[in-house]
């Protein structure tokens, strides 16, 4: 089992900047990343860190904007979001996976332990 505890959601304005943290604990882990799933709307995979590596990875619609980072001796993952958009509205969730195939899971699917969500609202 991995426990993962989120915090930093909240209410921004368009342009504006949220840090996103989690927290993990329990088993190990290859990768830990974060999605988000927005009303209507399928989970999406945002960033993920290979955990072994050191190697993060985006997807294209946060590239530029989001940073991912994480603190080793924490086992803690974080997401700075800068230049928010409306469209950046929903609930966060941090995962993490075991998954060891040959290209980096952005799949929901593939990911094993979720948090319990952060919720970031930006307004226009």
């Known amino acids: 089992q991995v426990q993962l505890v989120e915090s930093g959601g909240g209410l921004v304005q368009a342009g504006g900047s949220l840090r996103l943290s989690c927290a993990a604990s329990?088993?190990?882990?290859?990768?830990m990343g974060w999605f988000r799933q927005a009303p209507g709307k399928e989970r999406e995979f945002v960033a993920a860190?290979?955990?072994?590596?050191?190697?993060?990875y985006y997807a294209d619609s946060v590239k530029g904007r989001f940073t991912i980072s994480r603190d080793i001796a924490k086992n803690t993952v974080y997401l700075q979001m800068n230049s928010l958009k409306p469209e950046d509205t929903a609930v966060y969730y941090c995962?993490?996976?075991?998954?060891?195939?040959?290209?980096?899971?952005?799949?929901?699917?593939?990911?094993?332990?979720w948090g319990q969500g952060t919720q970031v609202t930006v307004s226009s």
């Open positions: 860190f290979i955990w072994s590596a050191g190697s993060p």
């Open positions: 329990g088993r190990t882990f290859r990768t």
């Open positions: 995962a993490t996976s075991q998954y060891s195939g040959i290209h980096y899971p952005t799949r929901y699917y593939e990911y094993n332990y």
